[in-house]
Nanobody, 119 residues
Framework: QVQLVESGGGLVQAGGSLRLSCAAS????????MAWYRQAPGKQRELVAT??????TNYEDSVKGRFTISRDVKNTVYLQMNSLKSEDTAVYYC??????????????WGQGTQVTVSS
């Protein structure tokens, strides 16, 4: 089994910054990719940013230039969020595509962390 534990959410004023972290642990052979999604009230969950095992990154258009996704060798992914806007308010979810020791791929989600940006 694999666990994703998120931290770093909170309340911040518009224009401020937050850094989210997500640590993956458990029966992990390797991690293929990690990502951050978010879901605002009344809206569908949307992809915010992804990072591959080769550190290739992609961003949703509205966060380009403001958010940065990164990962370390200990299977932790980060999301540095700068110049936050009220429309960034959402629950942020970590996602990991994990290669198990059985050589199968599995998709895991974190529990979510609330980010609230006050205007």
């Amino acid at each position: 089994q694999v666990q994703l534990v998120e931290s770093g959410g909170g309340l911040v004023q518009a224009g401020g910054s937050l850094r989210l972290s997500c640590a993956a642990s458990g029966s992990i052979f390797s991690i293929s990719s990690m990502a951050w999604y978010r879901q605002a009230p009344g809206k569908q969950r949307e992809l915010v940013a992804t990072i591959s095992n080769g550190d290739s990154t992609n961003y949703e258009d509205s966060v380009k230039g403001r958010f940065t996704i990164s990962r370390d060798v200990k299977n932790t992914v980060y999301l540095q969020m700068n110049s936050l806007k009220s429309e960034d308010t959402a629950v942020y979810y970590c996602n990991a595509v994990v290669r198990m020791y059985t050589n199968t791929l599995a998709n895991y989600w974190g529990q979510g962390t609330q980010v609230t940006v006050s205007s």
